[in-house]
């Protein structure tokens, strides 16, 4: 389930031709944790 989840936030971030340190900004997070998000590495 992770795996479809960070592949899905992946997909919807490139359709809108947002960066992983675009996304982490508006999220208060660290481009490190996307990253984690899409590869299925963190839960968090």
Do not use: F, P, Y
Request: proline content about 0%; some cysteine; charged content about 25%.
């Amino acid at each position: 389930m992770e795996l479809q989840i960070g592949r899905n936030i992946h997909l919807m971030r490139c359709r809108r031709r947002v960066s992983q340190e675009d996304l982490a900004q508006a999220m208060g997070v660290t481009v490190q944790a996307v990253s984690k998000w899409e590869n299925g590495v963190s839960r968090s």
